[in-house]
Structures are given as structure tokens and as C-alpha cells.
């Protein structure tokens, strides 16, 4: 393989290159910075660049792997991070002017645990703000464009990771996702995202949004690497009292292209009506090669509840950002506003300053959800609403392996096109919110293109079956080929 071509492998093929000494770990990761420095001006995907601090790990990285005996999978493996996930040292922005020059002194679990393999940290990737957003429109900073159309959003909020992996500036991404936020931009930008069962991946040092829907996956070329990343961040962690202390499988060993017998169930109302067309087609076609692989398909599954579900997200997730986003006041750490006269109009300011429009919507709709008087009707209704969703989920996996619908009602849309209008962006998670309102994991995969711009499918899965899903997903990828095409830039 050509050095300069190095930044186009997948973690399992540039593990195996490393160990048998073929290529080197500075190599790789000098591909991969080179990669970056010609296209970020297109794709904008990056916030921080650690450049310096990646090279010097992946010498230290060739050391290790000289003289180990078995290494790591990830060893020596270059990572871009979404910006929501702390990592010591280097800057850790939520893609917002209140953390603009934010250092964390410390790292999030999942970091800690990629250090542990070696893994090469090569920078932080752009987000909404706070990933309160499904387009990466909503960073303080600049909008992520998508490598398949660049007049186009990657997704978000994760779309700086998405599109990052996409267009081979790096070889993995980790994202997090509230309601949508890994599998929409994997779907728009034709790779492979995981959203972990709630309580899966630790969530310490994972900047909270709404901590009873957060959580940290993979985002990968392929199957194999989302795999490979659920083994090394998965775990309980002391640190995380909702983290689950469930043994971690090795999520690599089900990767076998045989789905006979399975039982896999389409809910009818996640083909809803304003659905793209083209969308729909890919769907149905990627349903049909699912059967061909040998699963029984039920086209008739009904979750009646599922119309409540983004209207129960925009309460609850709302309603923990308003107390999660307290902290930022201005005196702890982050932006300040000091050109007041007290303390009052310092937080006032800073908070007014500090936060962009999104940001400051979601904190009024949850301060109003959760206000006296306000609070049964709206906060209450939606955590009723919340149980009855997971009840529903809990009876089809009594009678279903999993469940597959699209990843998003339509293809990647235009910067700008849903920008003026939240309820058309709030919109497009509507297949994605009911799975975090659940806590049961769910992955999508890339399953077609309309006018080259692509289309993901999500199959979803009873807690704790991330080896279940990932089955079904890799033999789908074995049996087609979009996981093979790359974006048509440079
Ligand atoms: N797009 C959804 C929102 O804006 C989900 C975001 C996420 O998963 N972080 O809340």
C-alpha cells in the first residue's frame, strides 16, 4: 500500500499492516494529518487539530509495537473525537463560545480506555452546539459540510465525526448520541454508527446534554471497526452510576455473514407518509436482501406509540438540558462576561453571550416544561408517554430478533434549508428519538444512494443485543456493496 494512501484503511486492515511491521503507526498518521490539511478547507470537519501530540504518540506507538509480543487492536490507530467528550489537554469546546478555550484536566472514560490501547488522539470534531441539533448548522463555530454534495449538511450532531470518516480524514470517529445523533449523520454520510444500550458505554467526561438519553458509540468505515470500537469502550465504570456492570462480550465474535432464521420486524409507522420516495425504495430493497439472507421478515409490525415520541423527546431532552446547562454561570469555568456590575447580570451576560439561539430555545422550552403549574401537564405526561414507548419495544423483541426502519426520513437536505425552521429540523430525528427514549441500542448502516447522496438503515435491538445488531449489519454489508464507495472529492 502506498504511505500516501494510508488514511483510506479501516482499523482492521491497518491492524494487521502494523503487526506485521508492513506499516508504521507514524506513517499512518501522517497520511492521515496530510489528509486533513488538503481537504478540511472543503469539508470543515475538524474544531482542534492535536498534531503535535499525535505524532509524538505514534512514535511512542511504534516503540510499543516493536517489541510487544500481541497488540492492541487499536493500537497505533489514528481517532478523531466528537468535541463533547473531554480529553485531557486538549480543548473541548461543544462546538460553543462558552467552552471556546475550555482545557478539561482531565479525560472521559471512553479516552482513558483508548489510551489504554494506544490509540492516537489526532483532534476534536465539530458538532451543534452541545449536539443540540441534527445538522452541524448549530456550531458556534462553522457548519460541517458533506463530502457526498458539499452544498450539503453531514447531519449532526455528530456531523463532524460522520463526515470525517467519510472522506477518510480519519480512520475512526467516536460521536454521542441523544436522539439521533450517531446514526443520522452515519446514515447521511454512508458509514457505519452505533448507539450503545443506554448504560453500555461509561458516560463520565461526556459533556451532559440530556443524561437519560446520552450515550458514546463508534462511527466506522465498516462493521468490523464499529465492532472493535464496542470492545474497547464498553464496560461499568465507578465513575458512571447508571453504567451497567454486564460482562462485555467480544462484540467481533458474531460477525458471521448467516442470519437464517432470525426474526426481524418492520414497524409500519416509521414508513410514514412524508417520507422521501427514494428513501423508501432503498429501504424496502435492503429489507428484501435481508430476506434473501435467509431472516423471516414481518412487513406488519405496529408500535402505535411511536407518533408520541418526538413530541415526549422535545419535553424531556429540553427539560435536562435546562438543568444540565445551569452550571455554565460564568464564575465555575467557561466564557464570563465581566463587564457587569453583579454577579447577577455577570451570569445574565454570559449566559446571553455564551450560548447561541438553539442552545438558549432548549433551555426556555425545558425551564417552561419543568416550571410549578406547568410540570404535571407537560414533564410527567412525557415520562408516562417514555414508559409506554419502551412497554411497546419490549413486546416486539419478545417476538422479533430486531427491528429495521430507515435511519432518517430523507436524504442529507441543503445547508441552510431547514436552518429558519426547528420543527422541520427536529423533524428529521423522528425515526432515531425513540430508540434513546427506549435505552435499547441501535445501529445504521449504509443501504443506498439516491442521485449519489446516500441513505442508511437502522435496525434496532432489545437492550444489551449490540452483537445481535451488529450480525444482522455485517451480513448486509457482506451481501452489498455501499460501504465500498467513497465521495467523489479530490
Ligand atoms: N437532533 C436531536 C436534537 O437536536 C438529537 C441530538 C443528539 O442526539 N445529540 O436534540
Redesign the pocket.
Known amino acids: 500500500m502506498p504511505t500516501d494512501k494510508l488514511h483510506q484503511l479501516t482499523i482492521h486492515e491497518a491492524h494487521m499492516l502494523l503487526k506485521q511491521r508492513r506499516i508504521s503507526s507514524l506513517d499512518l498518521t501522517k497520511s492521515v494529518l496530510k489528509r486533513i490539511v488538503e481537504i478540511e478547507e472543503k469539508v470543515q470537519a475538524c474544531v482542534t487539530i492535536a498534531e503535535d501530540v499525535a505524532l509524538k504518540e505514534a512514535e511512542k506507538a511504534d516503540s510499543y509495537i516493536k517489541t510487544a509480543h500481541e497488540i492492541t487492536p487499536l493500537a497505533g490507530i489514528p481517532t478523531l473525537i466528537k468535541d463533547?467528550i473531554c480529553t485531557k489537554g486538549i480543548r473541548t469546546t461543544c462546538s460553543s463560545k462558552m467552552l471556546e478555550n475550555f482545557i478539561p484536566p482531565y479525560d472521559a472514560t471512553v479516552m482513558e480506555k483508548l489510551k489504554a490501547q494506544r490509540a492516537i488522539i489526532i483532534g476534536k470534531t465539530n458538532?451543534?452546539e452541545?449536539?443540540?441539533?441534527?445538522s452541524t448548522e448549530?456550531s458556534a463555530f462553522f457548519p460541517t459540510h458533506n463530502p457526498w454534495d458539499l452544498r450539503r449538511v453531514p447531519g449532526?450532531?455528530?456531523g463532524g465525526s460522520a463526515a470525517a470518516v467519510a472522506a477518510d480524514e480519519t480512520i475512526y470517529a467516536l460521536g454521542?448520541?441523544?436522539?439521533?445523533?450517531?446514526r443520522?449523520p452515519a446514515g447521511f454520510c454512508s458509514v457505519v454508527g452505533l448507539?450503545p444500550t443506554y448504560g453500555r458505554v461509561s458516560r463520565f467526561g461526556l459533556v451532559a446534554?440530556?443524561s437519560s438519553?446520552?450515550q458514546i458509540g463508534p462511527i466506522t468505515k465498516d462493521v468490523t471497526d464499529c465492532a472493535l470500537v464496542m470492545n474497547a469502550i464498553a464496560g461499568h465504570d465507578s465513575r458512571d452510576s447508571t453504567s451497567v456492570p454486564h460482562p462485555v462480550p467480544d462484540y467481533t465474535q458474531q460477525l458471521i455473514p448467516d442470519i437464517k432464521g432470525l426474526r426481524i420486524g418492520v414497524p409500519q409507522e416509521y414508513l410514514l407518509e412524508d417520507m422521501q420516495d427514494e428513501v423508501k425504495a432503498a429501504f424496502e430493497a435492503a429489507v428484501d436482501k435481508l430476506h434473501e439472507l435467509g431472516a423471516e421478515i414481518d412487513w406488519g409490525v405496529s408500535l402505535p406509540h411511536t407518533k408520541y415520541a418526538l413530541a415526549a423527546?422535545?419535553i424531556l431532552?429540553?427539560s435536562e438540558?435546562s438543568a444540565n446547562l445551569a452550571r455554565y454561570d460564568g464564575v465555575k469555568y467557561g466564557f464570563s462576561e465581566r463587564d457587569a456590575s453583579n454577579v447577577i447580570e455577570t451570569t445574565e451576560r454570559t449566559r446571553q453571550f455564551g450560548f447561541g439561539a438553539?442552545v438558549k430555545r432548549?433551555i426556555m422550552l425545558g425551564t417552561y416544561a419543568l416550571s410549578a403549574g406547568y410540570y404535571d401537564a407537560y414533564y410527567l405526561k412525557a415520562q408516562k408517554v417514555r414508559a409506554l414507548i419502551k412497554q411497546e419495544f419490549d413486546q416486539a423483541f419478545e417476538k422479533y430478533s430486531a427491528l429495521v426502519t430507515p435511519t432518517s426520513p430523507t436524504v442529507p437536505f441543503k445547508l441552510g434549508e431547514k436552518l429558519e425552521d426547528p420543527m422541520q429540523?427536529?423533524l428529521?430525528?423522528v425515526c432515531?428519538?425513540p430508540v434513546?427514549i427506549a435505552g435499547i441500542p441501535a445501529i445504521s448502516v449504509p443501504a443506498g444512494f439516491a442521485d449519489n447522496l446516500p441513505i442508511g438503515m437502522q435496525i434496532i435491538g432489545k437492550p444489551f443485543s449490540e452483537e445481535t445488531l451488529l450480525r444482522i449489519a455485517f451480513a448486509y454489508e457482506q451481501a452489498t456493496d455501499w460501504h465500498n464507495r467513497k465521495p467523489p472529492l479530490l
Open positions: 463533547v458538532m451543534d452541545f449536539a443540540m441539533g441534527s448549530h449532526g450532531s455528530s454521542s448520541d441523544t436522539g439521533g445523533s450517531i443520522q448507539k446534554f440530556a438519553l446520552d423527546y422535545y431532552a429540553p438540558a438553539e432548549r429540523m427536529y428529521n430525528d432515531t428519538l434513546n
